[in-house]
């Protein structure tokens, strides 16, 4: 199992939970605490940086490395409700439907069509300036995005699972449907769920990040990597720290879960490479 | 064929109906929609007209039987910021996002294609490799830190390229490339993986006991059918193409519609919000449309099963 594990992927995931779990506690500043006379500081290794501000400061003098901390324990806790709510409706509805099937069935698969043929991020975008910017509002907008793909994968496994002998047995021996979906089906899809788990992380990520930089994310003062990126925006020609800094931390954490989720489905469900 | 344009177009006009319905239902039941319509300094008189207008003491049903008409009529209400009707100033943004999509698209086909098939055919070479990685790289990289990076390497470090709006053709070169590399690399991975399943089969392999020189099997035989899934998934691309014409303009200062649904977002412009996404449920129920259709006269296993 441990052969060839990916173990930069590791160790960058790693590094992230610990940044995200700690942050409190290995973050030099405050990540919000505003100091004018501290503003644009540049990294330290460029001239004029301090050894006070390793990663340098923003527009408003907060020192960015805490920043990229707490920046870390919002998309993680993102990422973690979004998947919950997200892959979990999928992996219930998946379920169902594919156990069910008959008329159920199409009915659901065509709510999963219609939902994936239409690009929900502008229904994210609608829900912030409706419902409001909030942690809530951008797990219920991220996980709109999910509940589909996850949903239509869950259905074909639980399709291929329930004609094999147990569950014809356990229907023989009276098991309700429920009892059925929840002790026979459920664990056999287990290995794919968990897999389309991995794998979406870095589209959680993504999202959140694309979302915060429209101004359609965690509110500020809250720091998001996203919306660290957008912040830094318009100072790239003097302060590029500000902007390619949160940026360099998003493409390196999707990229260390694209590749962990890419190794742990040939590992576990190698039947999935096409997705 | 008539028949499976007939239900994918019966299957758009359902999306339609739904976005629409969500889209009145957020608007209604989230919030004031009297505040959510009119900008901040308006009136006493501007409520009671609109409340006039759009039947808001009327009970829910008929309020959405007249905002239904009005959509059919094409009256989507006035931006706050602009002041002028939101589906005018949709059309007149139109065109500036319709010159970056199809360069983007063309620059992913002319960069895909030809590495896909080439890391299918030479599979575990040079090329496949740092074309895997490019992938695997595009796909992490989001969209709008790439347009960042571009100007901070391109504009301000090198002082070649322009860094926001439109103009001269170099203005084109970045936003072209940021909305392009998304594309370049799922449909690098797409082309990569079907070539692979096609090379395998059985008529490539009688095309080549055939004695077809291997350039005929491969750019012939093969990429044709190696196209089919890329048509077949476009919706997976769909999704991601409009993010990215959003961010990319944003960041890009593009005044496309992308751009447009940033400016609804920041000035919590809802009209204007209700209308863009409306008017792209349209746009996208079109194109997806004449996928469809493409997709059909391609593949004649779905134009002739009935």
Not at chain 1, 152 to 177: I, N, T
Not at chain 2, 23 to 28: A, D, K, P, S
Request: hydrophobic share 55%; glycine share 8%; proline share 5%.
């Amino acid at each position: 199992m441990m052969r060839n594990l990916p173990w930069l992927s590791v160790g960058i995931i790693v590094a992230m939970l610990f940044m995200a779990i700690f942050a409190p506690l290995i973050s030099p500043h405050s990540p919000i605490d505003q100091s004018l006379p501290e503003k644009l500081i540049p990294p330290v290794w460029e001239e004029g940086g301090t050894t006070k501000f390793i990663l340098g400061t923003d527009i408003f003098g907060r020192d960015v490395l805490s920043r990229l901390f707490y920046g870390a324990r919002v998309s993680m806790i993102v990422t973690a409700l979004a998947l919950l709510v997200g892959g979990g409706v999928g992996l219930v509805i998946g379920i169902v439907s594919g156990y069910v099937g008959g008329r159920l069935d199409s009915l659901l698969m065509r709510i999963v069509d219609a939902a994936l043929a239409f690009p929900t991020i502008l229904f994210a975008l609608l829900l912030a300036v409706t419902m409001g910017q909030g942690l809530q509002t951008i797990v219920i907008a991220i996980s709109l995005l999910l509940w589909a793909r996850f949903a239509r994968v869950v259905r074909g496994e639980v399709l291929a699972v329930k004609g094999r002998d147990f569950v014809a047995l356990a229907r023989v021996h009276g098991c309700s449907p429920m009892r059925i979906m929840a002790t026979h089906i459920l664990p056999n899809v287990l290995n794919t769920f968990m897999v389309l788990l991995t794998l979406h992380v870095g589209v959680v990520i993504v999202a959140e990040a694309s979302l915060s930089f429209l101004g359609a994310g965690v509110p500020p003062p809250t720091p998001s990597w996203g919306l660290m990126v957008a912040e830094g925006r318009g100072k790239i020609s003097s302060a590029w720290w500000l902007s390619l800094i949160p940026g360099i931390a998003i493409t390196l954490v999707v990229l260390a879960f694209n590749l962990f989720g890419d190794w742990l489905r040939d590992r576990l469900d190698p039947k999935l490479r096409q997705l | 064929m008539r028949r499976y344009i007939l239900q994918r177009l019966w299957q758009g006009i359902i999306l339609l109906a739904l976005v629409t319905t969500i889209v009145f239902f957020l608007g209604r039941l989230t919030g004031n929609p009297v505040d959510l319509m009119l900008p901040e300094d308006a009136t006493e008189e501007d409520r009671i007209a609109l409340i006039e207008t759009l039947g808001l003491d009327a009970p829910m049903y008929k309020q959405f039987g007249i905002f239904v008409v009005n959509v059919l009529q094409g009256d989507l209400g006035v931006s706050h910021r602009y002041r002028r009707p939101v589906v005018e100033i949709f059309f007149s943004r139109l065109p500036n996002t319709l010159k970056i999509v199809p360069a983007a698209m063309i620059l992913a086909m002319i960069m895909a294609i030809p590495l896909g098939i080439v890391s299918a055919v030479r599979r575990g070479s040079m090329i496949d490799r740092v074309s895997g990685t490019i992938a695997v790289l595009g796909i992490a990289t989001p969209n709008f830190w790439l347009g960042i990076l571009l100007i901070y390497i391109f504009s301000v470090q090198l002082g070649w390229l322009p860094s926001a709006r439109m103009g001269t053709p170099l203005h084109y070169v970045l936003p072209t490339i940021t909305l392009g590399t998304f594309l370049v690399a799922g449909f690098m991975r797409l082309i990569r993986s079907s070539m692979l399943d096609i090379l395998d089969s059985e008529f490539v392999k009688l095309a080549r006991i055939k004695g077809l020189s291997e350039t005929t099997v491969v750019w012939k035989h093969c990429l044709r059918n190696a196209l089919i899934p890329v048509l077949s998934l476009w919706g997976v691309f769909m999704g991601g193409l409009v993010t990215g014409a959003i961010v990319t303009e944003t960041v890009f200062a593009w005044p496309g519609i992308g751009r447009l649904t940033f400016e609804a977002v920041i000035f919590r412009d809802y009209p204007l919000l209700q209308a863009v996404i409306i008017m792209d449920a349209v746009l996208i129920l079109l194109i997806n449309l004449m996928v469809d259709i493409l997709y059909a006269y391609i593949d004649p296993r779905i134009r002739l099963a009935e």
